[in-house]
């Protein structure tokens, strides 16, 4: 059973708003992702972290920022949303190794109106 | 850039059949590759994995084949069930990153 949380599952929010969709996991995993996912339609990488203070950019242009301050937390932020940021995200973690597969969480549903 | 695909979108098969999902990848770096399955509204739950030095792995009612000579990854799945009706997507791992392709739907007709 995977241990990897996010929260909230859903959310609607106006546009303009701060948001933070949190993320967190109790594997010890050093690696941790954020992809975006609309309806039907393949995983993209946001960002991706190998471990604490690590950040990098994803393949595909995102306005939000993550940080990771703890091994364990991985939280995405938008400062300003907007109706173009309504998907799904979905936030993974796996281990080091070569055969370390990446578990997800349910992801989290973002509606900006 | 890299990228991972699928062949079909869509996959329609009988009950009790066996089902072939096909990928094809672009990165021959490439050490490590992951068939998802994500039902809706959930996350992708792993089914089964392989290592570029391998060929095939076999798992409960599932194997992976692997040709890096064509750079293709395929799922099989023996017995197809209702509840195997979902997306599934292939991963590769490349440079620390975790690049997904495009997802097959699957089907399953009783």
């Known amino acids: 059973e995977a241990d990897i949380y996010q929260t909230p599952r859903y959310l609607v929010i106006g546009t303009g708003k701060k948001i933070t969709l949190e993320c967190s996991q109790t594997?010890?995993?050093?690696?941790m992702y954020w992809y975006q996912q609309d309806p039907g339609m393949e995983l993209h990488l946001i960002h991706y972290s190998y471990g604490v203070n690590s950040t990098e950019k994803g393949d595909l242009s995102s306005e939000s920022t993550v940080s990771r301050i703890r091994t364990e937390h991985f939280p995405l932020t938008l400062e300003s949303a907007r109706p173009s940021h309504t998907s799904q995200y979905l936030c993974?973690?796996?281990?080091?190794?070569?055969?370390?597969?990446?578990?997800f969480g349910q992801g989290t549903r973002l509606t900006v109106v | 850039g890299e990228s991972v695909g699928l062949h079909l979108p869509t996959l329609s098969v009988q009950e009790g059949d066996n089902s072939i999902i096909n990928c094809a990848y672009s990165n021959s770096a490439s050490d490590y590759f992951i068939w998802y399955k994500q039902e809706s509204g959930k996350g992708p739950q792993f089914i089964i994995d392989i290592r570029s030095n391998m060929d095939k792995r076999q798992g409960q009612r599932v194997t992976v084949l692997l040709n890096k000579t064509v750079k293709h990854l395929s799922l099989q799945i023996a017995a197809t069930q209702p509840g195997d009706s979902a997306v599934y997507f292939c991963?590769?791992?490349?440079?620390?990153?975790?690049?997904f392709g495009q997802g097959t739907t699957l089907q399953v007709k009783p």
């Open positions: 993974a973690s796996s281990g080091y190794s070569i055969g370390s597969e990446a578990f």
């Open positions: 594997m010890g995993h050093d690696k």
């Open positions: 991963a590769e791992r490349t440079g620390g990153k975790l690049i």
